[in-house]
C-alpha cells in the first residue's frame, strides 16, 4: 500500500499497427489510498490525452488485486493494525501526513480518522465484477472508494455494500441476490481466489497497451508520458 518509485517499464514488444487505440490497466484495492490517487491523477491525464490526441481510443480496464486477503471477514480494528504494522503513532501520523498531502494535490481529502475498520475487500471487488455487465462499474468503484476514505463506511459490511450498489443504480432484487451468494462464499478460496493475481505484487499498477507499466501513483503528466509511448507509431 506504498508510493512505489519506480520508472516505466517495458514490458515487450509490439508490432505497429493502424489502430490508435490505447488501453489502460489498472490493478486497484479499496484499501489502498495511493490508488485512490493515481485513479484520480489517472483521470486527469486521460481527459488531458485526449484533448492532445483525439484520434486515439482510450479504454479502461479495472483489475481487482486484494492486498490482504487474509483478513477476516468481518475485518480488523483499522487504528490498530496500521499501530502494528509501522510500530508507533508517531510512525502513522508521519505516514498519514505524507498520503494526506498527495491527496491534497490530487482533490483529495482523507479522513482516516473516520475509519474504524480495515475490511476484507473481497465482496467490494465481486460487487464491482458483478456491476460491469450493468455499466456501472466506473460510478461505483468511486463510490466505494470515497465512502471507505471520506466518508469513513465498512466496505466490508454486506448492509452497507447494498446501500452503495442502490445508490450507483443496480437494480434492488439483483444485487440482493448476489450479495446473498457473494456472502455464502465469504471467507471461501473460492472468493479469494477472484482478486489474487501473482503477476503484480503491489497497487496501484497500471499497464497501458501491455507495452508500458507504472507501479505507483504517479503523477498526470508522467501518465500522460506513458501513455503516448505506449501508442502503436
Known amino acids: 500500500?506504498?508510493?512505489?518509485?519506480?520508472?516505466?517499464?517495458?514490458?515487450?514488444?509490439?508490432?505497429?499497427?493502424e489502430d490508435r487505440s490505447l488501453s489502460i490497466e489498472i490493478y486497484f484495492d479499496f484499501i489502498c489510498p495511493w490508488c485512490l490517487i493515481g485513479k484520480r491523477n489517472l483521470e486527469t491525464a486521460m481527459r488531458r490525452f485526449a484533448a492532445l490526441r483525439p484520434d486515439v481510443r482510450l479504454n479502461l480496464v479495472w483489475r481487482s488485486r486484494?492486498?490482504?486477503?487474509?483478513?477476516?471477514?468481518?475485518?480488523?480494528?483499522?487504528?490498530?493494525f496500521y499501530l502494528d504494522r509501522l510500530g508507533s503513532a508517531e510512525a502513522v501520523a508521519t505516514k498519514r501526513a505524507q498520503v494526506q498531502r498527495a491527496g491534497y494535490d490530487?482533490?483529495?481529502?482523507?479522513?482516516?480518522?473516520?475509519?474504524?475498520?480495515?475490511?476484507?475487500?473481497?465482496?467490494?471487488?465481486?460487487?464491482?465484477?458483478?456491476?460491469?455487465?450493468r455499466s456501472q462499474r466506473a460510478i461505483l468503484i468511486e463510490r466505494l472508494f470515497v465512502a471507505y476514505f471520506i466518508e469513513g463506511e465498512n466496505i466490508g459490511d454486506w448492509q452497507t455494500l447494498e446501500r452503495l450498489g442502490l445508490e450507483c443504480g443496480l437494480e434492488r432484487q439483483g444485487l440482493a441476490d448476489h450479495l446473498a451468494q457473494s456472502r455464502r462464499l465469504a471467507g471461501s478460496a473460492a472468493l479469494r481466489s477472484l482478486h489474487v493475481d501473482h503477476r503484480v505484487s503491489g497497487v496501484p499498477h497500471f499497464v497501458f497497451n501491455g507495452v508500458?507499466?507504472?507501479?505507483?501513483?504517479?503523477s498526470a503528466e508522467m501518465m500522460i508520458e506513458a501513455m503516448a509511448l505506449a501508442i502503436p507509431d
Open 1 to 17: 500500500m506504498n508510493f512505489v518509485d519506480a520508472s516505466a517499464i517495458r514490458l515487450d514488444s509490439k508490432a505497429a499497427g
Open 106 to 133: 490530487a482533490g483529495i481529502e482523507f479522513a482516516f480518522d473516520r475509519i474504524e475498520v480495515l475490511p476484507n475487500t473481497a465482496a467490494a471487488h465481486d460487487l464491482v465484477a458483478f456491476s460491469a455487465s
Open 66 to 80: 486484494e492486498l490482504l486477503p487474509s483478513t477476516p471477514p468481518e475485518g480488523r480494528s483499522y487504528p490498530a
Open 212 to 218: 508500458y507499466a507504472l507501479s505507483g501513483a504517479y
